[in-house]
């Protein structure tokens, strides 16, 4: 353990604080250091920066810190990076915002990239000998590019995405790159699973994220916190498939907050050891409740309250309006333990912050331990404490949050009893302690001070005494994991060796905690929906309003084949074999020739106006057939029409310049050998008003009626709202329109009215037989029979059927019109 006294020299100690040593003495009596690395592949390597006030240089140990060598650098460094697996490649990013590479552990650096590239600012990531870079180029955004280490040249670099990225937005985490693309306000995000071509991520239709935080891409799966137009102090938990591009909904309303530099902390934790078990604080209804999850995000319930208090009176507390509530912060200070702790060598063993009530509190506060898993919780302080795990979590140490000078406490039986120790011969107002994080140690440093007035004090707290001797076989008993008896967890049932409460010895270093581990039968909670499908009452699967399972065959052609889901998927990671597997698995089968159908056109904007001399961009879907072998004609409506072999094309929509104004039909038209589809829309065709001339007799007599003309200059200016003013009063020409409510509750979706529009016609579907592509229009009763609906058909209906042209004429439910006005059943 190397420990650093912060001082603008330095000392150092390589044996816990016992002995210190000037690093003057080391590296010049003149040097002023400002930044310690030391290589994550090899502890023995030592990179110090010199103060770039002062000089640029760095100093150099190959034996951890017993000597340095000293090179001077020709630009000042701000930040390094060192490779995860070749010790001695390191990138530079100097001050003046340019990269720098070395293959010798900073003895030489070379400049493998043009200035031009990276002028303003850029973000890097290693991955095996590739580092990936974020470097502006316009001010409309961000190229991503990839080059080896050694050589960064123009011909060299590679950009797995073409278009540009926003700033800030590339995140390089273990299989997984993930950029964001910002188009017409609204953020769209990419993923690449294995340095495969980027994918845009599917959220839910009705998802609208306005930010997106990836929290963990561990066992091949991602989980992203994401916040949604509406929220502000929440994010909503999203769990993906293996390849990170189909995202469904795990727990909504988690909260979030505000970390020391700004950045944001989402209240989940993954407990250490054990997979599949996530703690979250959803808020419900303005209260902040703890949930846990122990398959992955698919089921979550309330902590279990203890039996009993400190004193051992009964608490009294019924779910679900009572139960236990923590706090889940991990510290950002490396000197205090955080709110919540586990360990992977001590599987289900937590320790926490929280009170036990209707929600969380910040004020009435305790320490609660979990021995299970969280299945159970005892209480063990009344107040604030920082828990520190000693060898392998054998001992527990707290210290209190106090300002008061203290002594420490120490449990070797998971937290059921206490004893105290002193640091020093009188109290110590602790500051801080460090425990070296993933070795076998007994040994903690502790800093503070003797007093208010006294200098800083560090303190070096040795427990191998206590650990008398080496645990043997009797020392341990087995721990079957459960959730709430279940024993089958992630599909597996394993059971843990654990160190039998009060025993007073130490681990080695190889000693296993698995004894058992075997999968489990496949049961229901081992798979969870699938994208485009939602959980209901009866616990199935079932498509959601929005979701049309055939959709997925869009980009399936004749000859091919597909995994047809049955609306679930198992929970990745999860190790259960047979049972219900082959029921939920998807199938492989071959692509069918299929006619078109669900044909969709509609403008970039969603808009149904458009600009007269300005390109209009139109978008044609499909939600089955060959994209691939299906022809493609539009017809604009002004005489102009274009024909396309297949989807390829259009993909990014077709653009139009309309020279005249006027309400114009869109109509597009899709066909294969199978059959054909058609869909339409009115497009208004607008340009700027110019110029409004309004008439009025100079003379009116009163109380009779008198015209009043608005002439509108040009006279094609499109659909217009006129506004009347009659002294203080004033009236507005009303336009048939959905509610404002709909395009509030859902923004940039222009295809909501479809959804509605499906949603509407399954619900009239009961009712009997009704017209396909129509308009429904629902009437009061009594219908006022003054005077029928003229149309090709004539019709005094309660559910009135208004026909697009190009529909044949087929209608039911209605009431014929008579020729003397007089409606008779048809």
């Known amino acids: 353990?190397?420990?650093?006294?912060?001082?603008?020299?330095?000392?150092?100690?390589?044996?816990?604080?016992?002995?210190?040593?000037?690093?003057?003495?080391k590296v010049g009596l003149k040097t002023v250091l400002s930044y310690l690395y030391v290589s994550p592949t090899n502890k023995r390597k030592i990179m110090l920066l010199s103060d770039p006030e002062v000089e640029s240089s760095i100093l150099i140990s190959n034996d951890e810190g017993a000597t340095y060598q000293k090179y001077r650098l020709s630009f000042y460094i701000q930040s390094l990076l060192f490779h995860p697996k070749q010790e001695d490649w390191i990138l530079a990013y100097s001050i003046d915002q340019k990269l720098y590479s070395s293959m010798d552990f900073g003895r030489r650096w070379h400049h493998p990239c043009s200035d031009k590239l990276f002028s303003l600012t850029y973000k890097k990531t290693l991955f095996a000998n590739i580092f990936h870079i974020l470097f502006l180029f316009t001010f409309i955004g961000a190229h991503y590019i990839t080059c080896r280490i050694q050589e960064c040249s123009e011909t060299t670099r590679n950009g797995p995405f073409l278009h540009y990225i926003d700033v800030s937005s590339l995140v390089v985490q273990d299989e997984y790159i993930f950029i964001q693309v910002t188009?017409?306000?609204r953020a769209n995000y990419y993923v690449s699973y294995k340095r495969e071509?980027?994918?845009?991520?599917?959220?839910?239709?009705?998802?609208?994220?306005?930010?997106?935080?990836?929290?963990?891409t561990d066992e091949n799966q991602v989980f992203a916190a994401v916040q949604e137009w509406n929220q502000n102090d929440t994010y909503n938990l999203y769990i993906s498939d293996t390849r990170g591009v189909y995202f469904t909904l795990a727990l909504e309303n988690v909260k979030s907050n505000r970390g020391l530099e700004g950045n944001v902390i989402i209240d989940l934790y993954e407990v250490a050891g054990i997979k599949g078990i996530f703690l979250a604080n959803k808020k419900v209804e303005d209260q902040i409740k703890t949930f846990i999850t122990y398959n992955k995000g698919r089921d979550w319930r309330l902590l279990q309250a203890p039996d009993s208090d400190l004193r051992g009176d009964p608490i009294h507390c019924l779910l679900p309006f009572c139960s236990l509530h923590l706090h889940?912060?991990?510290s950002e200070n490396p000197y205090t333990s955080g709110s919540i702790s586990s360990k992977e060598t001590v599987p289900g063993l937590l320790v926490a912050t929280g009170n036990v009530g209707p929600e969380l509190s910040y004020t009435e506060v305790g320490m609660f331990v979990s021995s299970d898993a969280g299945n159970s919780w005892r209480q063990i302080f009344e107040e604030e404490y920082s828990v520190w795990f000693l060898d392998w979590g054998g001992a527990l140490v707290a210290m209190k949050h106090t300002s008061m000078p203290i002594r420490h406490v120490v449990s070797f039986d998971?937290?059921?009893?206490?004893?105290?120790?002193?640091?020093?011969?009188?109290?110590?107002?602790?500051?801080?302690?460090l425990v070296e994080p993933g070795i076998e140690t007994q040994i903690m440093t502790i800093f503070g001070h003797l007093s208010l007035r006294s200098e800083w004090q560090l303190i070096k707290v040795d427990y191998k005494s206590i650990f008398s001797r080496r645990c043997t076989k009797d020392d341990f008993q087995t721990w079957h994991l459960h959730n709430q008896g279940?024993?089958?967890?992630?599909?597996?049932?394993?059971?843990?060796?654990?160190?039998?409460?009060g025993a007073c010895c130490s681990l080695t270093r190889d000693y296993s905690r698995t004894v058992v581990s075997e999968p489990c039968i496949c049961a229901e909670w081992d798979f969870e929906c699938d994208y485009g499908y939602e959980r209901h009452s009866n616990n199935q699967c079932i498509p959601a309003f929005w979701f049309n399972p055939s959709s997925q065959l869009k980009e399936c052609s004749l000859g091919q084949s597909y995994l047809n889901s049955t609306g679930y998927r198992r929970i990745v990671?999860?190790?259960c074999t047979d049972g219900l597997q082959e029921k939920y698995a998807a199938r492989s089968e071959q692509c069918p020739g299929k006619a078109p159908r669900g044909l969709h056109i509609l403008t970039s904007t969603g808009k149904l106006v458009a600009e007269q001399g300005y390109n209009t961009t139109f978008i044609i879907r499909m939600e089955e057939g060959d994209l691939q072998r299906t022809n493609i004609q539009l017809d604009f409506g002004d005489g102009t029409a274009v024909s396309y072999a297949n989807f390829s094309p259009i993909e990014d929509g077709i653009r139009h310049i309309y020279k005249s104004t006027g309400i114009f039909q869109v109509t597009a038209y899709a066909e294969n050998n199978l059959g054909s589809d058609l869909a339409a829309l009115f497009l208004h065709v607008v340009c700027p008003v110019e110029r409004v001339d309004l008439r009025v007799p100079f003379v009116a007599i009163r109380n009779k009626e008198v015209n009043l003309t608005a002439v509108v200059w040009p006279s094609q200016s499109g659909t217009l709202t006129y506004f009347w003013w009659f002294g203080n009063k004033y009236f507005q020409s009303q336009l048939l329109s959905f509610s404002p409510n709909l395009d509030y509750h859902n923004p940039d979706i222009p295809e909501w009215r479809e959804d509605i529009g499906r949603v509407i016609k399954r619900a009239l579907s009961a009712f009997g037989p009704f017209c396909k592509d129509v308009l429904y229009i629902v009437l009061p009763k009594p219908f006022?029979?003054?005077?029928c609906i003229c149309g090709k058909i004539h019709f005094c209906v309660q559910l009135l059927c208004i026909k697009y042209p190009f529909v044949q004429n087929v209608c039911y439910k209605g009431l014929r019109c008579e020729k003397n006005s007089k409606c008779t059943k048809p």
């Open 1 to 25: 353990a190397l420990i650093l006294h912060v001082d603008p020299s330095g000392d150092k100690s390589t044996d816990y604080g016992t002995t210190y040593e000037k690093l003057n003495d």
């Open 183 to 185: 188009d017409g306000g």
């Open 197 to 216: 071509p980027f994918m845009q991520i599917k959220l839910p239709k009705y998802s609208l994220p306005k930010d997106m935080h990836i929290i963990s």
């Open 328 to 330: 889940l912060q991990i």
């Open 414 to 433: 998971e937290g059921r009893t206490w004893n105290k120790y002193g640091f020093t011969s009188a109290p110590l107002f602790v500051d801080g302690s």
């Open 486 to 501: 279940e024993p089958c967890v992630m599909g597996e049932r394993k059971i843990y060796k654990k160190r039998k409460a």
């Open 573 to 575: 990671s999860n190790n």
């Open 784 to 787: 006022p029979l003054q005077k």
